[in-house]
């Protein structure tokens, strides 16, 4: 009905959340609005705007997370871009520069070397002949699998010199000390061993890979040492002929 009827229209008004929500009841005769008090109006806005139907289209927890994410880069960018100069072209440059340092010295120095956490064992349980691992070796490095070729190449050559008897049988010695009592018996080859035992170690718990080079010079080790014949000198004060390993001289035949 009209004015003249003086029936009330309802006239809404939904102010912010956190106002009073006032509907007004406006009066045909000039009378103020019915207005609802600000807390019940806030707890009934709270209540109605929590329904799933005004969440439907919500983005997820995961992509409210990727979108800080991107916010924060782009906040760190803005940043960096403004503080170097030449601004966002200035900052792919230096970005580009460091990526090329970073690939250049890995080229360079190869795969970041890693300390051995512990001496293990030359050789596994199962003995075999300096031949047979000679014959592992070749085989691994015909398939390229170089890391294993060292390994056996390394493995051939400590057995060879105690098969010689230039090193006495010892369970559990590892590449190292191999090295290090080889060289006092052969010293003319320590500095060699020295860098033998410290490719095995590399590939073996270093996490550094073999190249070619490695094995073919740990092979060429192998073949020198086997040339190798050490010279025997008599005791001057023992009963009869003795061979006096820290002493040996070598004569390459």
């Given amino acids: 009905m009209g004015p003249a009827g003086g029936v009330l229209t309802a006239i809404p008004a939904w102010p912010r959340l956190g106002d009073a929500i006032v509907p007004a009841l406006s009066r045909a005769d000039g009378e103020p609005p019915v207005t609802v008090p600000r807390d019940p109006a806030r707890e ?120 010689r008897a230039l090193l006495e049988p010892r369970p559990g010695r590892t590449a190292d000390e191999a090295a290090a009592e080889a060289g006092r018996t052969l010293p003319a080859h320590t500095d060699r061993l020295r860098a033998a035992a410290r490719d095995f170690d590399d590939v073996t718990y270093g996490g550094r890979t073999a190249t070619p080079e490695t094995y073919h010079r740990l092979a060429r080790l192998d073949g020198d040492l086997e040339r190798t014949r050490p010279v025997l000198t008599n005791s001057s004060t023992g009963a009869g002929a003795g061979t006096a390993r820290g002493a040996h001289q070598e004569a390459a035949e």
């Fill in 44 to 163: 009934a806005a709270r209540d109605e705007l929590s329904k799933r139907m005004y969440h439907e289209n919500d983005p997820s927890l995961f992509q409210r997370a990727l979108n800080a994410f991107w916010e924060w880069v782009g906040r760190l960018l803005d940043a960096a871009s403004s503080a170097t100069p030449g601004g966002g072209l200035g900052l792919l440059v230096v970005v580009l520069a460091a990526v090329a340092l970073v690939g250049a010295l890995w080229w360079r120095l190869g795969t970041p070397r890693r300390s051995p956490t512990s001496a293990a064992p030359l050789f596994d349980d199962r003995p075999r002949s300096a031949a047979e691992h000679r014959a592992a070796a070749e085989a691994q490095a015909a398939r390229a699998h170089w890391n294993q070729a060292v390994q056996e190449r390394m493995r051939a050559v400590v057995r060879s010199l105690e098969e």
